[in-house]
């Protein structure tokens, strides 16, 4: 199989919180596999037969993380849980945390010991640009807002407007 997805699960103490931080960071996911095309022949290999979805999985509860701390090939995905305070997202824009939370994940996909993770590293490590925060930001609200594309993210920057939006919480 190919890696097709890139996730992110946050699993706080409080549902609220889970909720809030589901609503307004999932899509990240969804979005990230435009950075995943350029690189589709190395996402795929007989390591990564079966499995097509690559997660970190962020725990508030020591309790609740299967495998801390550790690559793990659990169904159809490669998994790494770690204690993280989610707490420490609340008081920050969506896309500040994306931004922070890409570079963990790059730093922690260097380390799998699957080649099809570790080609992930570069493209999590790769900064937003400026296309990348307008394109990234209907993803990061609930519900979703309007995909805009580079071509209009690209208008939207030299007119110095704000995309459309739905709020960013």
């Known amino acids: 199989m190919t890696i097709a997805s890139v996730r992110i699960y946050f699993y706080p103490i409080t549902?609220?919180?889970?909720q809030s931080l589901t609503f307004s960071h999932w899509g990240f996911a969804e979005w990230f596999c435009r950075r995943l095309k350029p690189i589709r022949d190395q996402l795929r290999?007989?390591?990564?037969?079966?499995?097509?979805?690559?997660?970190?999985?962020?725990?508030?509860?020591?309790?609740h993380a299967w495998f801390p701390n550790e690559w793990r090939q659990r169904a159809n995905s490669f998994n790494y849980s770690l204690m993280y305070?989610?707490?420490?997202?609340?008081?920050q824009q969506p896309i500040e945390n994306i931004q922070k939370l890409m570079q963990l994940y790059?730093?922690?996909?260097?380390?799998?010991?699957w080649p099809q993770v570790r080609v992930l590293a570069p493209?999590?490590?790769?900064?937003?640009?400026?296309?990348?925060?307008?394109?990234?930001?209907p993803y990061l609200q609930w519900p979703r807002g309007e995909k805009?594309?580079?071509?209009?993210?690209?208008?939207?920057?030299?007119?110095?407007?704000t995309p459309p939006s739905r709020g960013t919480r």
Do not use: F, Y
């Open 85 to 91: 305070d989610l707490g420490t997202l609340e008081n």
């Open 148 to 161: 805009i594309s580079d071509a209009q993210a690209k208008r939207i920057l030299m007119s110095n407007q």
């Open 15 to 18: 549902q609220d919180r889970e």
């Open 106 to 113: 790059a730093i922690l996909a260097e380390q799998a010991p």
């Open 45 to 63: 290999g007989s390591e990564a037969k079966g499995v097509n979805i690559v997660n970190l999985m962020l725990h508030e509860n020591p309790e």
């Open 123 to 137: 493209q999590l490590r790769k900064p937003l640009s400026e296309i990348d925060k307008v394109t990234l930001l």
